[in-house]
């Protein structure tokens, strides 16, 4: 029964595990740690998804076709994501989603884009059926898992896009749209599909850069973040 473990590129996958583990071939297929891993306290899964709500989607659902939905017991989703708020989430620093949201869902009309415009959801959570918006509970999450949360990494919503914002007009029509403090591209895919099914999710992410800049990025520091932040999960 593995804990899964979904990052988006090799890179990101790499540095959570401190380059210490065998990496999965390509997207889509699972690696399990070795239990040499020298943090292997939970029997854990490798799975790169590739980048994208869509890969996500594929990839995870392609991974736990290949077992029982019941054998998996969480899904820990990492990676890098962009800022809205350098000023409170600088480069270099973690979050954690408390909401995940996709803010190209929707009917496209005069006025702008209604979530609920076309009628119908895209899943279900329980009894509320999601337009643009999942909400997300880490600590239970976490606790489920059994994963450690440390208390002080701020909690915030975040947004998926297929498209990274590149110019601040953009940055500022998603934030508006979700109120996100955070930008990555593969969280609400996963996140929907962990409903669907009723597996734990937590996803938990270092800052790379600032959305909608194209100069204000740091990767390294991000990189090593991931790292701190798995060991200090699974301790």
Request: aromatic residues 6%.
């Amino acid at each position: 029964m593995p804990l899964i473990l979904a990052c988006a590129t090799e890179r990101e996958l790499d540095a959570a595990l401190g380059g210490k583990a065998h990496l999965p071939e390509r997207p889509g297929e699972l690696s399990e740690l070795p239990d040499e891993w020298p943090w292997n306290v939970l029997p854990m899964a490798a799975l790169i998804t590739g980048v994208g709500p869509s890969a996500a989607a594929f990839s995870l659902g392609r991974a736990i076709g290949e077992m029982e939905p019941e054998s998996v017991f969480g899904v820990l989703n990492m990676g890098l994501g962009g800022t809205f708020r350098p000023e409170e989430l600088p480069l270099g620093s973690l979050a954690v989603a408390t909401a995940e949201c996709f803010p190209e869902f929707g009917l496209h009309g005069v006025g702008g884009l209604a979530p609920e415009g076309l009628g119908f959801g895209q899943g279900r959570c329980g009894e509320e059926e999601i337009f643009q918006r999942l909400p997300l509970d880490p600590q239970r999450a976490a606790g489920d898992i059994g994963l450690f949360l440390q208390p002080h990494w701020p909690r915030a919503a975040f947004a998926t896009v297929a498209g990274v914002s590149g110019c601040p007009e953009r940055a500022e029509l998603v934030r508006r749209r979700t109120g996100a403090s955070v930008e990555s591209m593969e969280g609400f895919a996963l996140a929907l599909g962990c409903a669907g099914l009723g597996i734990p999710f937590l996803e938990v992410r270092a800052v790379s850069n600032t959305v909608g800049s194209r100069e204000d990025w740091d990767l390294e520091p991000a990189f090593d973040a991931l790292h701190t932040a798995l060991v200090s999960l699974l301790s």
